[in-house]
């Protein structure tokens, strides 16, 4: 399909684990804000 596979995570993580998840999160969102915005997705005015 093309995905970078930087750009796509599955984690296993209990309903008990809050500070864990919240980490995963924070730290997948870091990672997707540094790699910018993804080349596949064509830009919204040419989806249109």
Known sequence: ???????YAIEWVSSAEAPRFAQLVTKFTEKIKE???N???APRAMAA
Do not use: F, K, Y
Not at 1 to 7: A, K, N, Q, V, W
């Open 1 to 7: 399909m093309g995905i970078d596979p930087e750009r």
């Open 39 to 41: 080349p596949v997705r």
């Open 35 to 37: 790699l910018g915005p």
